[in-house]
């Protein structure tokens, strides 16, 4: 039997709007709350501030968790992770493909999704579906949920209309849908720009400096340029 806050999880809708907060801004549904086992908008925090939420990520129109959050409720062994914007995540749910890649050297056991060694599996509900289709007992990955790793004080980057809550870093985060760093290429089979470690990696962004608005110190104008007056040699 699933638990039900992992059963929860895997079925909820993320990113719709708040049926109970339609009227404000910001109020897509990007928290799940562990304890009532549904998805929340920031403007709902309030009344779910004492219980455990783990905060749900956006990418390419899939849901994702961070690894270093979902390993703290469930074994993620052998499920496929990808680095967006320099941190490791775990889709929710398989992602729809145009075309099956069965048969070749390394496909994920429920979707056939193409992986790399040693992943066996490319989200957290191929991973729980494939158990339970086996028969194995879901209690021995599952661990018990500590609050404090799931605290109201652990959420990032989220933001009520005007008022803002600022990340660890101090940097203000319009919203936690993560951005897209990589370009699927390639055919539909390929395993999402994933690098030879079986993690996709991100391109190196360089930041250019920006320029300072004094100009170099041995650059003048020709046309302020004084001519002084031209020295002759002595005569002999």
Not at 60 to 81: A, N, W
Request: glycine share 6%.
């Amino acid at each position: 039997m699933k638990p039900a806050w992992l059963e929860g999880l895997m079925a909820e809708t993320f990113f719709g709007g708040c049926g109970v907060h339609e009227n404000r801004r910001k109020n897509e549904k990007n928290v799940y709350c562990l304890l009532c086992c549904l998805s929340i908008c920031p403007h709902c925090l309030p009344s779910h501030r004492s219980h455990p939420l783990l905060q749900v990520r956006r990418y390419v129109y899939h849901d994702v968790v961070r690894l270093g959050d979902l390993e703290k409720l469930i074994d993620c062994s052998y499920i496929q992770p990808y680095t967006i914007n320099s941190a490791k995540v775990i889709f929710l749910n398989q992602r729809p493909q145009s075309r099956s890649c069965k048969g070749s050297a390394n496909n994920c056991f429920t979707c056939d999704r193409m992986l790399q060694d040693p992943f066996r599996f490319c989200s957290l509900s191929c991973k729980v579906n494939h158990l339970v289709d086996q028969g194995e007992d879901l209690s021995a990955i599952i661990y018990r949920i500590d609050e404090s790793d799931f605290a109201f004080s652990q959420l990032e980057g989220l933001r009520m209309d005007s008022s803002e809550i600022i990340d660890d870093e101090g940097q203000i985060t319009p919203s936690s849908i993560l951005e897209n760093p990589l370009q699927y290429r390639g055919s539909s089979c390929s395993s999402d720009t994933v690098g030879s470690s079986g993690i996709a990696h991100e391109p190196e962004v360089l930041k250019k400096k920006k320029k300072s608005g004094f100009l170099p110190g041995n650059f003048f104008s020709l046309s302020s340029r004084r001519k002084g007056s031209p020295h002759r040699a002595p005569l002999s």
